[in-house]
Structure formats: structure tokens, C-alpha cells
């Protein structure tokens, strides 16, 4: 997934074979949904004919099922066709170009994004393009993985752990002090793990944070950041730099962090708050970092303070 990852796991003595399980599990997602990858079933659906149906795995369509969701609840400020557009910017699997796209270009890879293009059914599992679309799961893929990775530990017998990829986490149960897992929020900008904004508590839920900070681009001294808004073809451009989302799936919190993000500092927290959404939001601005969370994400927040 191009990331690290981390697992900390209570087994009272069992489950010899947790390491294999772990990395088996991780590699099944990652030749599933990779871009990386030229031989994922991902990276093969992308060059199918058009109109032709693909079988995948029941997985896959519960990744896109849940992606198109979110599409049609934000109006396509969340898109999981938008990869033409990242790979244009690079920030998939080719080398960044040494030039700003033009207008032009970006022109041209907007015309291959639309999510009412990508069609899915779930009996037999399979998808299809109706346009020339470039499928990019990365906003909800490493979210599945953590999910996936946290039921082979349960499977297992280890009913209290953590999983964390690429800052991804779900934490299940309780320690064994009696104590809910604790989960930093960094401070955007800051060097990773030197600065810890807030801290939430949490038994049985996810959280995931997507921010502007860690992973961009620079032409001419102007910072791109690796989240696109798919209604524009461009980076999202605004000063919210980062979004931490809990939910109960990792699948979840990663996608709906992501369509934060792109809806910026106004829009954001005005979808958080109507739909329930445990969500806090760090703006950065010219007098600092602004914090705002909403009433769902409050009881999470170690000292339960604002």
C-alpha cells in the first residue's frame, strides 16, 4: 500500500501465526485494489474495454459500493475516478512531472472523471466503465485493509488490538490496565510524531485523519496538496489542513475524512454536523492553527474539552 504499518495485539499466548496472517491478509488487499500494482485486479479492470463487465471479488465491490455512496451524497466532491487527475499531478504510480500541468491537460483528464460512469453489480460481483475511467481506491483501499487486517486478529483469538497503516487506525476491545485505546491527532506541519494536537478515546471504532500536510507537490514555490476536488480537476486549495474522522469502520472513517478534506473549512463541518459525523477539523490560518469539532466527535476527546 506504499505505507507502514503497525499492530499491537493481546493473545494471551496465542495465535503463533499472527505475523502470517497479518502480512497474508495485507497482501490480498494490496493485489486486489493497488494502483502500484499492474497485475491488481484494480490496475486490470482499469484497461477492459468499455462497457464490458469484470468479475471481482465481493470485497472490491463493497469498497466501491461505499465509495459511490459517498459520490452521490456529496454531489461528487468525493470521486474514486478522479485517479486520471492524480496521476496527472503525480501522485500515483508514475514520477511527478517536472512542469505544472496545463490548463489543457487538466482539461483532458477531467473528461475521464465522472462517477456515474463506474457501475457495479453484486451477484455475480463485478464492475465496469462507461468512459475511459481510471479507478483510484487509494481514499478508502487502506482504510478496508485496516478493517481486514483487525478481523484476522479477532479471528484469531486476540480480541484486544490496534491496527494502524499509514495512519489509519481501529482499535478493538479494551487494554488489558481496563483502559480504551488512546490515539493521537498530530499537529499538521509538525515532524511526524513530535506533536500531538489532540487525543481521542476509543473501543470498537476507527479513526482516520486526511490532511495537506505530509503529502505534496511544489512548482514554483506554490504547494500542491495530494487531495483533489473532482468538481474542479484541481488540488483542493483552501486552508483546512487536516480532517480526523471516527466511525465504525476504518472504511468509513477514511472516506469520510477524505470528503472533508475536499469540502474545506465552510462546507465540512456544516456536512459533519448534519450527518452526525464525529469529526474535528484543524484550519490553518495567518493568526494559527484553528480547531473546530463537532458535537458528535466532543465525547471523544480526551478531557472532553473544546
Not at 490496475?43 to 472490491?60: D, H, T
Not at 491496527?163 to 476491545?173: L, N
Not at 503529502?215 to 480537476?233: A, K, Q, V
Not at 486552508?239 to 472513517?253: M, N
Request: proline share 6%; with cysteine; charged share 20%.
Amino acid at each position: 500500500m506504499g505505507t507502514s504499518y503497525h499492530v499491537t495485539a493481546y493473545c494471551d499466548g496465542r495465535a503463533a501465526d499472527l505475523p502470517a496472517r497479518i502480512r497474508d491478509t495485507l497482501e490480498a488487499v494490496n493485489a486486489e485494489m493497488s494502483t502500484y500494482d499492474p497485475a491488481s485486479t484494480l490496475s486490470k479492470f482499469n484497461q477492459v474495454p468499455i462497457g464490458e463487465w469484470f468479475g471481482v471479488s465481493a470485497a472490491m465491490i463493497e469498497v466501491v459500493e461505499f465509495a459511490q455512496t459517498l459520490a452521490q451524497r456529496s454531489d461528487g466532491a468525493f470521486d474514486v475516478t478522479v485517479g486520471p487527475l492524480v496521476n496527472l499531478f503525480g501522485f500515483g504510480p508514475q514520477a511527478a512531472p517536472e512542469d505544472e500541468p496545463s490548463a489543457a491537460e487538466i482539461e483532458a483528464a477531467r473528461a475521464r472523471v465522472g462517477h456515474e460512469a463506474l457501475q457495479w453489480r453484486a451477484q455475480p460481483p463485478a464492475l465496469r466503465r462507461m468512459k475511459d475511467l481510471y479507478v483510484d481506491l487509494s481514499a478508502v483501499a487502506k482504510g478496508y485493509g485496516v478493517d481486514a487486517v483487525a478481523k484476522a486478529i479477532g479471528a484469531a483469538g486476540c480480541n484486544a488490538h490496534m491496527v494502524e497503516i499509514g495512519g489509519e487506525v481501529f482499535a478493538a476491545g479494551i487494554k488489558p490496565s481496563g483502559e480504551r485505546w488512546r490515539i493521537g491527532i498530530e499537529t499538521p506541519d509538525a515532524v511526524p510524531g513530535t506533536s500531538i494536537s489532540r487525543v481521542v478515546t476509543l473501543m470498537d471504532e476507527a479513526v482516520a485523519t486526511s490532511g495537506d500536510y505530509r503529502n505534496y507537490i511544489e512548482w514554483s514555490g506554490r504547494r500542491y496538496s495530494h487531495t483533489f476536488d473532482p468538481r474542479l480537476g484541481t488540488p483542493v486549495a483552501h486552508g483546512l489542513a487536516s480532517v480526523t474522522v471516527i466511525r465504525p469502520t476504518t472504511l468509513e472513517a477514511d472516506g469520510f475524512a477524505t470528503l472533508l478534506e475536499v469540502l474545506g473549512p465552510v462546507a465540512g463541518p456544516d456536512f459533519a454536523e448534519s450527518a452526525g459525523l464525529a469529526a474535528l477539523f484543524i484550519e490553518r490560518t495567518e493568526a494559527g492553527f484553528v480547531t473546530r469539532v463537532t458535537s458528535a466527535m466532543k465525547p471523544y476527546l480526551e478531557g472532553n474539552s473544546t
